[in-house]
């Protein structure tokens, strides 16, 4: 094995003086919300839904609404999308008489209101409403369904294509694919003469100490840990955490859960998934935890200790270790989301649901 900053250089990810995201090795996060606003407004401003069939004239009006958040995450030139947003945009129509009277003029509203990169490819729920309820204008709303639906959704197709393929980065990635090539004859002489120096450098980082060095591996995870009191006996609550049927019971959903050391758990309709590290009934469970939205290959412990101060009382001391501070999309929010998961779906649907409440 080499020694700490002996390694073939070809697998060392180097700071660099230029600052230079070296084929985005690093997370490179592009904010597409406003870009969004901007294209449905460039696709669904002012689209005919109906010129003159049946008597109808219909069309849309602007995009009123584009909420959620909308990103594109890209590493080492891998294009990872991401987004849940909510749409809404206004409609006008007018139905005329069979001597191009007008009838009624109505005005509505288009709601999509979860499109999302998990269902992309997918037709997502559509919703219609008018101001006029009245019967021309039902008939007017029914027509904005009917034939608007299939158009507005193909241009939302539009927007699920443009972000599987970078959205607004796009443009930035040609440019760092051009870039490297023509910077590659100049950095040539410099890195002969950079040889000297590397060499002492990497000197140096052996020397460094290995408590060191084993620090700036667990760099980018973060360490939860909470203390809970139940009204409960310990051997109780040891039960209700390692038995399926009540997980189901508390979390509202699927559960398997193996009650041996070295069995597998899954929970969270397979959200979480892990196995027995160490199991001592009543007193203690180690585990551990994987989430699906995790980078491959990473694991957390959790460590579950009870104690039972006095009778029918029980304090859990939770330590979950190794959480990554980002999900495999580039999300920075994994800390976060678990120690409100824990507090909130786990140690307080326990006191709802079984009445341990303090």
């Known amino acids: 094995m080499a020694k700490y900053g002996e390694g073939d250089k070809r697998w060392i990810v180097e700071e660099r003086p230029d600052g230079a995201n ?83 003029k109505a005005e509505g509203l288009i709601e999509i209101p979860y499109i999302s990169d998990e269902n992309a490819g997918e037709d997502p729920e559509f919703k219609v409403s008018v101001k006029d309820e009245g019967p021309i204008g039902k008939r007017l709303k ?78 980018g995870f973060k360490t939860i840990t909470m203390t809970e009191k139940f009204s409960c006996r310990a051997k109780d609550l040891y039960e209700i955490l390692m038995d399926e049927n009540r997980w189901k019971g508390f979390t509202q959903s699927n559960a398997r859960i193996s009650k041996e050391v070295g069995g ?5 309709d397979g959200s ?15 585990q551990k935890w994987r989430f699906g939205s995790w980078p491959d290959g990473i694991q957390s412990t959790v460590r579950l200790t009870l104690e039972e101060p006095e009778p029918g009382v029980t304090i859990v001391k939770l330590t979950h270790i190794d959480v990554p501070e980002e999900d495999r999309y580039g999300n920075s929010t994994v800390v976060e989301n678990t120690e409100r998961g824990w507090r909130d779906l786990i140690f307080h649907k326990i006191r709802a649901v079984f009445g341990f409440g303090i």
């Open 22 to 104: 070296v084929h985005n090795w690093h997370w490179a996060e592009t904010d597409c919300l406003e870009w969004s606003r901007n294209l449905f407004s460039k696709h669904l401003s002012n689209l005919t839904i109906l010129d003159g069939e049946g008597n109808l004239h219909i069309k849309t009006k602007k995009v009123e609404k584009v909420e959620g958040e909308a990103y594109v995450n890209v590493r080492k030139g891998k294009i990872i999308p991401g987004y849940e947003i909510s749409l809404t945009l206004s409609w006008e129509g007018e139905a005329k008489d069979s001597e191009a009277t007008s009838l009624l």
């Open 142 to 219: 029914d027509a904005v369904f009917a034939k608007g639906k299939r158009l507005i959704l193909d241009k939302v197709r539009v927007f699920e294509e443009t972000m599987a393929k970078g959205g607004p980065a796009k443009d930035e990635l040609e440019v760092k694919k051009v870039a490297p090539k023509a910077q590659s004859a100049s950095n040539s002489n410099s890195n002969s003469n950079s040889a000297a120096a590397a060499a002492a450098a990497s000197g140096k980082a052996a020397a460094k100490p290995k408590e060191e060095v084993k620090k700036k591996k667990k760099e």
């Open 264 to 268: 597998e758990f899954s929970i969270f």
């Open 272 to 286: 979480v998934t892990g196995v027995n590290v160490e199991l001592q009934e009543a007193k203690l469970i180690v």
